[in-house]
């Protein structure tokens, strides 16, 4: 902080130290000398037309009252008083007088900028209060700091008392409040923190009986003015006061000036005796007489009133009380409906409790096989789960059985291969040629050596494939034979050395059926029964995709053991 006081324009450059604290007499008036003011002073009220009358005349309670444009048209612009408007003597003014402070115009010379200003030259301003300690060197710390307002050059305060949360309070243990200072002078300083390091735009003293009076604040204040809201109107340095009178913003009044100031009051006003009651309280004592008559006749109107309408009441009450009469009989019915109601009810509620009561054993029954259910369902599902279970054994069981019969037939084509011969068109078993069933001009030990490995393959695939055939067959080699368990004869012979050609034929056909037997459960169609070898050879080839190498899995290690193909993953078995 600067200790230079009078730092920037619209304040005072120095500080005077002297004080005029000349006391004045104290404001009291009995009731019978009120009386006689009031009676002696009526005429000339409306006889004086001073400035400081037509001044007074607007100020009604303290507060500043606009005069008529007419009044203003005849007597011209009227004076402004230097004091206020109560007339409360300015050495009587204390801190606790001050009910807020304000400032307009703030703004600080460009010399003294450290850094460009934000928001188009807006200060961030706040102010302390500290104590006027005349013999001391140093400022002393702030009693009161208030809180910022942000960009803005015209800030106005809160309430001294308590008005914002934010602001500050530093009393001594001596006071509890600071209404308690006896101040009669203080040093404000207002500060801009919108730059780095903060900065004094204001440093003024402030002697309390040095303040004038203002009655509004529109008017072409000087940059930098302080504005104190006293209790009776706003009041500003004497300085402001008289650049103001000098520009001719204001009219210069001398009859409000103070009456130890010699050089701003003429000596005649000073040997002027003063009265007991000021112009503002003897107007404010006449509109409080006029109101309390203004009451009286009020008061009047509504006794009067009040009479006239006391029958029409009277009779608004009687009816009143007969309609109180017909609802009273009316709700007494009503009660009676429902007393009904409820014992219908009670009985409703009685039989549901004895139906309840045959319920419950029912109920609980119906509980105890609920929970019965609920133990089936569960032992449902663990069964469930291991039937599941068995079903993907038996399913990997059947594969490898299907795989090691797949295996076995692969030998089996192996050891009985069946090959066709290009020249002639007949198929061979083993180097051994077997026509289509049709045997003529060829040597019976040769077909019945064919027929006979035909009815050994056969019966192995049977076995292989879990496949019951509907002829059971002896395979003989040469001598094989085949039953037909509904005929009369039983065995047929598929030799035709020594024997019955009809028989010897059916017994051929017997044989074809059984093959077609076998074709059939692999999901295989044939054409015809008498091709004996190609319906055979189709029925060993479709075994041999089954021993295709597919990719091994866990599940796989029992058929790698045995040689045999892997078996499906779990979605082919599901």
Not at 90 to 116: C, E, G, K, Q, Y
Request: proline residues 7%; hydrophobic residues 35%.
């Amino acid at each position: 902080m600067s200790d230079a006081l009078g730092e920037s324009t619209g304040v005072p450059a120095t500080i005077s130290t002297e004080e005029n604290e000349s006391p004045a007499a104290p404001l009291s008036l009995s009731a019978s000398s009120l009386s006689d003011t009031l009676s002696s002073r009526e005429g000339t009220i409306q006889e004086t037309k001073s400035p400081e009358v037509a001044t007074q005349q607007s100020v009604i309670g303290g507060i500043p009252q606009p005069q008529s444009d007419s009044e203003e048209e005849l007597n011209g612009p009227q004076p402004m008083p230097r004091n206020g408007p109560s007339h409360f003597h300015p050495s009587h003014r204390r801190l606790r007088h001050i009910h807020a402070i304000s400032a307009r115009h703030l703004s600080v010379p460009f010399t003294s900028w450290n850094a460009p200003l934000p928001h188009q030259h807006l200060l961030d301003v706040f102010f302390t209060l500290h104590q006027d300690l005349e013999q001391a060197d140093t400022l002393p710390a702030p009693f009161y700091c208030s809180d910022t307002i942000y960009h803005t050059s015209n800030p106005c305060w809160a309430s001294l008392s308590g008005g914002s949360e934010s602001a500050t309070l530093n009393l001594d243990s001596s006071v509890s409040t600071w209404q308690e200072l006896p101040y009669r002078s203080f040093i404000i300083i207002l500060w801009d923190r919108s730059v780095t390091p903060i900065r004094t735009v204001v440093k003024w003293r402030v002697p309390l009986h040095d303040l004038m009076f203002l009655s509004t604040t529109d008017l072409d204040l000087p940059p930098n003015t302080i504005l104190f809201h006293l209790f009776d109107g706003i009041y500003v340095p004497r300085e402001t006061r008289l650049a103001l009178e000098e520009r001719a913003v204001i009219v210069r009044d001398e009859s409000f000036a103070d009456p130890d100031d010699q050089t701003s009051a003429p000596s005649s006003t000073l040997t002027n005796p003063k009265p007991s009651l000021s112009r503002a309280a003897l107007l404010d004592l006449i509109r409080r007489k006029r109101d309390t008559d203004k009451m009286r006749e009020r008061l009047a109107a509504m006794e009067s009133s009040i009479a006239s309408n006391r029958d029409q009441h009277q009779q608004r009450l009687l009816e009143i009380q007969r309609q109180v009469t017909e609802k009273q009989e009316s709700v007494d019915r009503l009660r009676g409906l429902l007393q009904s109601k409820q014992e219908l009810l009670q009985r409703d509620a009685d039989e549901i409790q004895r139906r309840r009561d045959a319920l419950l054993p029912q109920a609980e029954k119906i509980k105890q096989a609920q929970v019965a259910l609920a133990a089936s369902v569960v032992t449902l599902e663990d069964q469930r789960q291991q039937l599941f279970a068995q079903q993907q054994r038996l399913q990997e069981a059947n594969f490898f059985v299907r795989a090691h019969a797949a295996r076995l037939i692969c030998q089996l084509r192996d050891i009985y291969r069946i090959e066709n011969r290009m020249e002639d068109g007949f198929y061979t078993i083993n180097g051994i040629v077997l026509p289509n069933s049709v045997f003529i001009n060829c040597d019976e030990e040769t077909i019945a050596a064919g027929l006979g490995h035909v009815c050994h393959v056969v019966h192995l695939l049977s076995r292989y494939l879990a496949v019951p055939l509907r002829y059971p067959m002896r395979p003989m080699q040469t001598r094989s034979t085949i039953e037909d368990p509904i005929s009369n004869i039983g065995k047929y012979p598929l030799y035709s050395k020594n024997q019955d050609p009809t028989q010897f034929e059916y017994a051929v056909f017997l044989l074809n059926k059984n093959l077609e037997q076998l074709i059939h459960s692999e999901g295989l169609e044939i054409e015809s029964l008498r091709p004996t070898l190609p319906n055979l050879k189709l029925l060993l080839d479709s075994f041999h995709s089954d021993l295709d190498p597919r990719p091994r899995t866990a599940s796989t290690s029992a058929a790698a053991a045995l040689g045999v193909p892997s078996p499906p993953n779990s979605s082919a078995s599901s």
